[in-house]
């Protein structure tokens, strides 16, 4: 029957989830529970703001749900999912543990990837780069009294399409891509991960943090942010052949974007300090 049932899953090389933002009471775990339910990978990258402490410091709230989805990633761990975790700046106690594993999670500050393209891609949560778009307070992590409004509106008008039959939307991302400063910050941070791509002589970058889903392509490195299970509700893939794919996964599923990244024209390697294989 387990072998019937993991037959229907569909199995990835590599997956990437960041910001879940368990112990937050906007986590959408059910989503992502859901999600993580329907796939196998070789290896699956949590990028950090798995859970959010600095949440918890200021009111405790733990649903259920939140813990299924800490017990469906360790449990991935014991079948055999190489799992690696990248703590984030909410989750940032875990950094005193890189280099480590922990209950069969490998805690690393940064990591690089190499896809079955053999392209090379530097996973980073995506907070050193805050220097990029300190100055602007719409882009700003969970707990900002304006990202919380945000929230607040994203939470409601949810509850009501819900009444009326109606399927998951992030109101939040529709209102955040229509304020010209809160463009500007996340132009900036993508460009410093570029930068920061280039500086290590790799492929891509694969990151999170600022909650806004992207795959592009500048200057032949793939940027790539895997959003976040707040507002999108979204994860990376890899596919066979290496291309790839960023997801929606909430009440209706759907590739949002992709990347073949076998057109990419490599830069010259520097060793790294450890890969994936």
């Given at each position: ?70 017990n469906c990633i360790q449990q991935k761990a014991l079948d055999g ?89 992030s109101l939040a991302a529709y209102i955040k891509a229509r304020v ?31 909650h806004h889903p992207k795959i592009k392509v500048e200057d032949d ?57």
């Amino acid at each position: 029957m387990t072998e019937q049932l993991n037959a229907n899953k569909q199995h990835y090389p590599a997956v990437w989830i960041s910001d879940v933002h368990l112990g937050f009471k906007d986590c959408k775990a059910e989503y992502l529970l859901d999600f993580l339910n329907s796939i196998e990978c070789d290896t699956l990258y949590l990028v950090g703001d798995i859970v959010d402490l600095w949440s918890m410091k200021r009111q405790f709230y733990w649903h259920p749900s939140h813990y299924q989805v800490l017990n469906c990633i360790q449990q991935k761990a014991l079948d055999g999912t190489r799992v690696i975790y990248i703590p984030g700046n909410h989750d940032e106690t875990f950094r005193h543990y890189v280099d480590q594993t922990i209950f069969g999670v490998e805690v690393h500050q940064q990591y690089i990837h190499t896809t079955k393209a053999n392209k090379r891609f530097l996973l980073v949560h995506g907070d050193d780069f805050d220097i990029a778009t300190r100055y602007n307070k719409l882009i700003s992590i969970a707990g900002d009294a304006g990202y919380d409004f945000l929230l607040f509106l994203n939470r409601w008008t949810n509850r009501i399409r819900k009444v009326f039959g109606g399927n998951y939307y992030s109101l939040a991302a529709y209102i955040k891509a229509r304020v010209h400063k809160a463009r500007e910050a996340i132009a900036a941070f993508e460009d410093a991960a570029i930068h920061e791509a280039k500086k290590q002589k790799v492929d891509g970058i694969i990151c999170g943090h600022i909650h806004h889903p992207k795959i592009k392509v500048e200057d032949d490195i793939v940027y790539c942010n895997d959003g976040d299970w707040i507002e999108s509700c979204t994860a990376l893939v890899e596919q066979q052949n290496g291309k790839i794919e960023l997801l929606h996964w909430s009440d209706t599923q759907k590739v949002l974007e992709s990347a073949d990244v076998t057109s990419i024209v490599t830069p010259t390697a520097v060793k790294p300090n450890k890969s994936a294989a």
